[in-house]
């Protein structure tokens, strides 16, 4: 989240300061959609940032309640077996924001899994027409 400054003059005081919160905003238009075959309903894939690396094929996943890492990803974010803690509840089910990733040995063409309370945390909606 950014802050910006605007400066009012008063002419009794000074100078004011006003605080004013931008929120980035993530949209797409026509031009996007170039090359696209239309309508689709294609899982929503984006590169996030992870530990300090931009990750590619990153699926959001709004029918999941659970963060999804894969071994390829765990191993090149260079993770260890320490920094492992076990979990043993089911799979179903600009700002910083940390997430507790399962690591599921199997399988997939992503390199992660963003969820609900990921999207939550950030304050994000996805949809599959864009």
């Known amino acids: 989240m950014s802050i910006a400054w605007l400066s009012a003059e008063d002419s009794n ?3 004011k300061r006003a605080k004013v ?3 980035p905003a993530l949209s797409f ?4 959609k170039v090359g696209t075959i239309q309508p689709h309903d294609d899982a929503l894939v984006i590169t996030l940032r ?3 690396y931009d990750v ?6 709004q029918g999941s309640d659970a963060e999804i890492m894969y071994p390829d990803l765990y191993k090149g974010l260079n993770l260890r077996p320490e920094d492992l803690t076990t979990y043993d509840s089911s799979l179903a089910g600009s700002e910083v924001v940390e997430v507790d990733f399962i690591v599921l040995d199997a399988y997939s063409p992503y390199m992660a899994v963003v969820a609900r ?3 939550h945390a950030v304050g994000a909606v996805s949809s599959t027409f864009y």
């Open 13 to 15: 005081s000074g100078p």
């Open 21 to 23: 919160s931008i929120q």
């Open 29 to 32: 238009s026509d031009e996007d």
């Open 50 to 52: 992870i530990k300090g």
């Open 56 to 61: 590619k094929r990153v699926m959001m996943d």
């Open 117 to 119: 309370p990921w999207l």
